[in-house]
């Protein structure tokens, strides 16, 4: 089992739509959670991060956690073109020390 | 504030020699963590530094090494390059530990012929 896990993708929605990204990982311990966007050719940027369960809004995302099922998810409303992107999912995992493991990234496209 | 800066960003390099990649992180960060990126492999951990000490070390080979400086800035070394070798390396930095929020450089662009 790979420690985060990510649909690779290509997962398309048309422009407006609600785009969905979800992320597993298997170290319970696992206390930090970030999103990071990547666009081709770029380095990965800081979307969002979220530490306790529940849900975690910052204007069109929203991130999701569940502890209890180890998943982790980010919702991207009325997506646009311009959120075409690899998004990564990065988890902190405290049984291997003080470092992120990241997932091998979801590639988005939207439809205009 | 000035983000995360890499240099060079670009470097082309035959099989055998060595290379090193210098990160400047933002400023007040104390933390610097390097990654390897590939197609087939993603993102992959390789060190992280703290107030000049190896903190935590992914699984590379000991021809990976880097360091830390007082000033927070560090440097990654590459000895004897394979061809494998060739990927974007990323560094990126954080306030006190790779918990916190990291924020990325540019990177480095290897290739390796």
């Known amino acids: 089992q790979k420690e985060v896990e990510q649909n690779s993708g290509p997962l398309s929605v048309p422009e407006g739509a609600i785009a969905s990204l979800n992320c597993t990982y298997s170290?319970?311990?696992?206390?930090?959670f970030f999103w990071y966007r990547q666009y081709s050719g770029k380095s990965p940027e800081l979307i969002m991060s979220i530490y306790s369960n529940g849900d975690k809004e910052d204007g069109r995302f929203t991130a999701q956690l569940n502890k209890a099922s180890q998943y982790v998810s980010l919702l991207i409303r009325d997506s646009q073109p311009s959120d075409s992107a690899t998004y990564l999912c990065?988890?902190?995992?405290?049984?291997?020390?003080?470092?992120?493991?990241f997932g091998t990234g979801t590639r988005l496209a939207v439809r205009p | 504030k000035a983000g995360v800066t890499q240099t060079p960003r670009y470097l082309i390099k035959t099989r055998g020699q060595q290379v090193t990649l210098s990160c400047s992180p933002i400023?007040?960060?104390?933390?610097v963590s390097w990654y390897q990126q590939t197609p087939g492999q993603g993102l992959q951990f390789l060190f992280e530094?703290?107030?000049?000490?190896?903190?935590n070390k992914g699984n590379f080979p000991g021809r990976f090494s880097g360091r830390q400086f007082s000033n927070s800035r560090s440097e990654m070394n590459v000895s004897t390059l394979e061809l494998g070798d060739s990927a974007l390396y990323l560094c990126a930095s954080s306030f006190n530990t790779a918990e916190e929020t990291q924020y990325f450089g540019p990177g480095t662009r290897l290739l390796v012929l």
């Open positions: 170290d319970r311990g696992s206390q930090s």
């Open positions: 400023s007040g960060h104390r933390s």
């Open positions: 990065a988890v902190n995992r405290k049984s291997s020390g003080d470092k992120l493991t």
């Open positions: 530094y703290f107030s000049e000490t190896q903190r």
